[in-house]
Structure formats: structure tokens, C-alpha cells
């Protein structure tokens, strides 16, 4: 097995801030292609929306045990492999213009990508220490941020220019590129390889799991990021066919979209020190205002600048509160990070693509107060929620 040289540390950084956004990219790359992908796939708008949730569930259900499987059998073969098989996956779809076959595939790729992006995290534990970890663990968000930020906006223009398969194309040959970094300068870091006993990964998940402000804490996680999926599933929707703008536009809106989750989470990181349930309920209570307040102002204009202003407002907060708890959850059991990280990331995807599919499918979401509707019951759900974590004395 090929090992891990420092002399390529900071090459080896990079790949895996590379691989990092990958969740996002195959996500939110090719939302501006749903209206086409409706009309080639010859299905409703949930059936394409449909794709989005196999992918997240296959994904938040991988990364619930790919903590232990990376812990036990290494990250360096694991992220060749699953590289590789990903980029095969997103060259079939381009060429293979089935609808079951797609979601075959999108579960598929949900597997691989939570391998991928466990064993890349796992990788920076592997190689820093102290400070230097410290910092770099700070980025991951900021760096997993980009990818809903500049996958909608790249997506409009493939889509414009090349059609709705392009976007599945360019994944492919973001993977290949990624595979070669991988295995020019990376290798096998893990110092000691752990031994799988499942009465002791067990034991560890009961642990983390049966911790109330944790638990309850995914649901506050998988309510907060679902007000940015609604969004993205129905954004090009709203805006090419109630606006009739073009694929490009609905780029430029995800982008303000994705921004606006960026501008939360560096809010938030600047904020670290301020008292946390203080933090979580001064963001509810905004994400609450403003749904109201969008709902009845879009009862009297229809303008897709006062759309994306309540948007990027909405998906702020939205970007503070999941910052602010992600944070709280990785380093709630120092002992089981990996677990704990899986359980984190995997837990939230979970109740995320439960809630943003359920809510899609009750409310026909196709204007500006459709949405704040599906924003207001997402800000309520988590309303609740902190009234029983304030209960159980979350840390304030």
C-alpha cells in the first residue's frame, strides 16, 4: 500500500479541500436543468425533485457508519475507488437516459460521495495536529459552503450552452481530476489501522445517539439546511416559469442563495464565543419575521428581486443556525469524533431530505408565498425544538 509523504503536504491539503464541496456539487450542479430533465424523462417536477432525495438518503445513511468502515480498512484505497466509481456513475447517466436507472444511480453516487468526504476528513486528523488542525477543521464548513454556492451558478451556464447532461459530464471529469491528485500525492495516513468490532461501534452509537442535545440537535440541523433545499428543488420552477427567465438566471439565484448560507456561516464563526441557545433563538426568531413578512408581501408583488432579497435574508440565518450546531455536535464527544461526525453529517441529510421532499410534495411550491409558507413550518419546527433543548439545559 502506497503511504502518506509530508513532503506533499500542502498539495495533498488542497486535494482534499478539493474533495470537500463534493456533497454539494452533485447536489446542486444540475437544479437549473430540472425543467428540462422534466420534459426528457418525461415525469412530474417531484420525480425529477425525487433524484435529489435518493441521493441525500443513500448519503445521510452511508455517513452513518462510514466513520468505522474508514476507521477499520484505511481512507486511501476507499477514496481511489470511490472516485472512480463515481465518475463512472456520472458518464452512465449522461448516456443512459433512464428514470429508474437515474435513481439507481443517484443512490449510488449518495454511498460513494459520504465515503469520499469521511475519509478526506479523516485525512486532515490524520496529518495536522494542535493549532494547525484546529484551523484547518475551521475551513472545512467555509470550503463545504462553496460547493452550494458555485454548483447552481456553473450548472446554469452548462445547462445553458450544452444541455442538462453536461452537468453529470463536468462531475465526471471533476472526479478523474481529483482521482489523479489523489493517487500522485496522497497515500494511506492512518497510523493505526483499528480493528471492526461491532459490539463496540455498537456501544459508541448508542452513546453519541442517546444524548438528547445532540439528537434533537440533527433535527434542528436537518430542519435549518431543508429551508435551503426547498429552495433549490423549486427554484427553477419559480423562476423560469413563473418568471420565464432562462436556465443562466436561475444560476445567478442559487448563487445569491448560496451566499447567503456563506455569509451565515462566517457570521457565526465569528460569533463562537457568544452564549449558544442565546445565538439559535435570535436566528429563529429572524427566520420566523421574515417568513411572515414574505408571505404577505408576495400576496401583493410578484418580482424576482424581492424574492431573492427575502431568500438570501432566509438563508443567512439559515447558514448561522446549522454553523453554530454542526459546530456544537462535531465536538460534543472528542473521544468518538469519527462517529460523531458521521452520525452529524449523516442524521441531518437524513431528516433534511425527509422534511424538503415532504414539504415539495404537500405544498406546490410556485411562487414567492408558496415558499415562505414551507420556510414558516421549517422556522416552526425548530421553534419547538429549542423550547425542548432550553428544557434539557443546552448549554447556554
Known sequence: MKLYNNKYEKIS?????????LSGLVTDIYIPSFPEMQSVFQTSAAGIQFTLSCFLISYGITMFVAGSIVDSFGRYKIVLGALLLFALSNFS???MQNL??????????????????????????????????????????????????????????????????????????????SFMLEYRYCGEAMRHIQAFRMSAVVRNYRKVLGTPDFSLGLFVLGATYAMVLIFGMTAPFIIEEQF?????????????????????GMVAKRLTSRPLLTKLRIANFSQCFIALFMFLVGMF??????????????????GFMYNVYFTFCLTRFPQNAGISSGITSGGSYLITSVLSYGMVSLVKVSNQSTLAICYFVMASLTFALLIVLRRIRLPV
Open 301 to 318: 408583488t410578484a418580482d424576482i428581486y424581492v424574492l431573492m432579497l427575502f431568500v438570501f435574508s432566509m438563508h443567512v440565518c439559515s
Open 244 to 264: 420565464h427567465f432562462s436556465s443562466v438566471v436561475t444560476g445567478y439565484c442559487a448563487l445569491i442563495s448560496g451566499l447567503g448560507l456563506f455569509t451565515g
Open 13 to 21: 491539503t488542497v486535494s482534499t479541500f478539493v474533495l470537500v464541496p
Open 100 to 177: 429508474y436507472f437515474l435513481y439507481i444511480v443517484r443512490i449510488l453516487q449518495g454511498i460513494l460521495t459520504a465515503l469520499i468526504v469521511v475519509a478526506k476528513r479523516a485525512f486532515l486528523v490524520d496529518i495536522y495536529t494542535g493549532e494547525k488542525l484546529k484551523h484547518y477543521m475551521g475551513l472545512l464548513s467555509v470550503v463545504w459552503a462553496l460547493g452550494p454556492i458555485t454548483a447552481p451558478f456553473l450548472g446554469g451556464y452548462l445547462q445553458s450552452y450544452w444541455g442538462w447532461t453536461s452537468n453529470f459530464i463536468f462531475l465526471g471529469l471533476y472526479a478523474l481530476l
Open 93 to 95: 447517466i449522461a448516456y
